[in-house]
T-cell receptor, first 116, second 113 residues
Framework: NAGVMQNPRHLVRRRGQEARLRCSPM?????VYWYRQLPEEGLKFMVY????????ESGMPKERFSAEFPKEGPSILRIQQVVRGDSAAYFC??????????????FGQGTRLTVV | SQKIEQNSEALNIQEGKTATLTCNYT??????LQWYRQDPGRGPVFLLL?????KEKRKERLKVTFDTTLKQSLFHITASQPADSATYLC????????????FGQGTTLQVKP
């Protein structure tokens, strides 16, 4: 049973370009979470999605950031017109349909975005 | 606002000793608290979960305590080994009961042989 798969592992973008980060959850998992980790900081929640629905996007910046989890295919975190401050590690986590507050999260290895 | 604090300074201990890491929180009443391990360049890996009505939880060489009065959790690694060297993250379950986690900034542990 493959774990949470994120790609690419490393992504370099010039300022103003778009970044697309992909996350395939573990088999059977229908909940996806995106977190951002800035250097020397902890993980910050960005968005929580279920298939075709955004459940909680309270951690998403108001502009340039969007996320989706379509019926088929991976979840996508999209950052438009990237700026240097977007450079960070972006982690995806998934959990099973019976998720509650006491469910452990399974994390991917992250995508390290560098904006030059 | 909700705040979680972990020791920001790295913890250096000798192999075989017990490592104790601290997690304090304010303006929050979590039902559950989780601990994760993160190695450089890798994603966090779940270690232990403790509920608000549990005082202590053990798993092999790991022990977690949860004091809701002090708003504090302690994470212990007994008989530490160099392979235990990593960053350890404390996480509180969101009040919305959705699985959303609020993380501390982590404490880096270095176990010297």
């Amino acid at each position: 049973n493959a774990g949470v798969m994120q790609n690419p592992r490393h992504l370099v973008r010039r300022r103003g370009q778009e970044a697309r980060l992909r996350c395939s959850p573990m088999k059977g998992h229908s909940h996806v979470y995106w977190y951002r980790q800035l250097p020397e900081e902890g993980l910050k929640f960005m968005v929580y999605l279920q298939k075709e629905n955004i459940i909680d996007e309270s951690g998403m910046p108001k502009e340039r950031f969007s996320a989706e989890f379509p019926k088929e295919g991976p979840s996508i975190l999209r950052i438009q017109q990237v700026v240097r401050g977007d450079s960070a590690a972006y982690f995806c986590a998934s959990s099973p349909p019976s998720t509650t507050a006491h469910t452990e999260a399974f994390f991917g290895q992250g995508t390290r975005l560098t904006v030059v | 606002s909700q705040k979680i604090e972990q020791n920001s300074e790295a913890l250096n201990i000798q192999e075989g000793k017990t490592a104790t890491l601290t997690c304090n929180y304010t303006n929050y009443s979590p039902a559950y608290l989780q601990w994760y391990r993160q190695d450089p360049g890798r994603g966090p890996v779940f270690l232990l979960l403790i509920r608000e009505n549990e005082k202590e939880k053990r798993k092999e060489r790991l022990k977690v305590t949860f004091d809701t009065t002090l708003k504090q959790s302690l994470f212990h690694i007994t008989a530490s080994q160099p392979a235990d060297s990593a960053t350890y993250l404390c996480a509180l379950a969101g009040s919305s009961n959705t699985g959303k986690l609020i993380f501390g900034q982590g404490t880096t542990l270095q176990v010297k042989p």
